[in-house]
């Protein structure tokens, strides 16, 4: 079976009862308030697209039958290690975070799309990224830089498979106004979920 986006949301819907037993935790990067995590212009605040999409993936992946709990609050930064030291403890079968790049303090032309795993990460995490990758690719039209590899702690800390999606730059004048957009926030969202439930049903 083929990995990459169809136009159906529900067609693993009948995959098997196996699915639900699945956990994924859904990590919406920074907080409400975090300094300097915003567009050049103040118009977008990059919480604000991370958690409008992490509320479309976990709506979507729910309907498929897959356990969602988020680690990020509306009202408050949580701290990073709160965030893994949850996802260890409910022992979940992915952390999968969600995020808006920047390139330096204003306009930037650094456009597109990239996903991160830890340098040591496991096969499973590069097979979920790549799928991921490939997916919001496919979806967005946007730049493909690939799948790269970082030392951030949510990779670093966590005990099961983790990605970080940087959907798009905020201090890129046309990509701030894609993470804006509901449509581009909803595309995100289905190839996300998408790159999810593949590797879900082929792992």
Not at 61 to 79: C, M, N, W
């Amino acid at each position: 079976m083929g990995c990459l986006l169809f136009q159906q949301d529900n067609y693993l819907q009948s995959k098997g009862e196996w699915m639900k037993m699945t956990l994924i935790i859904l990590d919406a990067g920074h907080g409400p308030n975090t300094p300097g995590k915003r567009s050049p212009d103040g118009k977008l605040r990059e919480f604000q697209f991370n958690s409008a999409v992490a509320a479309l993936v976990g709506d979507r992946l729910s309907r498929e039958g897959i356990k969602v709990r988020y680690v990020h609050e509306a009202s408050r930064d949580v701290p990073l290690n709160e965030r893994t030291a949850l996802a260890n403890r409910l022992r979940a079968d992915a952390y999968v975070s969600i995020h808006a790049n920047a390139h330096g303090n204003g306009w930037s032309e650094a456009h597109g799309i990239e996903t991160y795993i830890y340098p040591q990460a496991s096969k499973s995490s590069s097979v979920l990224a790549s799928l991921v990758q490939k997916n919001i690719i496919t979806a967005c039209q946007r730049t493909d830089r690939g799948v790269k590899k970082a030392n951030f702690a949510v990779l670093r800390d966590t005990q099961m498979p983790a990605i970080l999606v940087e959907c798009g730059f905020m201090s890129n004048r046309t990509e701030a106004l894609l993470l804006q957009s509901k449509a581009y926030q909803l595309q995100c969202a289905r190839a996300i979920t998408f790159g999810i439930l593949c590797w879900v049903y082929t792992k």
